[in-house]
């Protein structure tokens, strides 16, 4: 069975600092893409960045570009995702995704009905980042 547990979350002044892990279980680590998206209330999914596990590859949402970076401990099957100077438009519950497709298409695909059909996702972490 697939899990994806997640933590690190919580509340921040505007200008800090959170880190989020993903430990995974119940799969082959490297056969998928790890990833995170968010979802604030009334928005639509958001993907945020995924990781190659196989080949450490990163991708990152525009949003987030230079801010959050991502990275994964193979010999834990852990995801990390470090979280620099949150703006209150980050507040959202933040869930970590396995998904069995290429990892230039996570990004784009986690934001669709049809993620599901590719892989599956933890229950969240809220994060909530106070101007």
């Known amino acids: 069975e697939v899990q994806l547990v997640e933590s690190g979350g919580g509340s921040v002044h505007a200008g800090g600092s959170l880190k989020l892990s993903c430990a995974a279980s119940?799969?082959?680590?490297?056969?998928?893409?790890i990833g995170w998206f968010r979802q604030a209330p009334g928005k639509e999914r958001e993907g945020v960045s995924c990781?190659?596990?196989?080949?450490?590859?990163?991708f990152y949402a525009d949003s987030v570009k230079g801010r959050f970076t991502i990275r994964a401990d193979n010999a834990k099957n852990t995801v990390f995702l470090e979280m620099n100077n949150l703006d209150p438009e980050d507040t959202a519950v933040y869930y970590c995704?396995?998904?069995?497709?290429?990892?230039?298409?996570?990004?784009?695909?986690?934001?669709?009905?049809?993620?599901?059909?590719?892989?599956?996702w933890g229950q969240g972490t809220q994060v909530t980042v106070s101007s």
């Open positions: 119940g799969f082959t680590f490297k056969d998928y893409t």
């Open positions: 995704a396995a998904l069995e497709i290429e990892a230039k298409f996570f990004l784009a695909t986690i934001q669709t009905e049809a993620a599901i059909d590719w892989g599956s």
């Open positions: 990781i190659d596990t196989s080949d450490g590859r990163t």
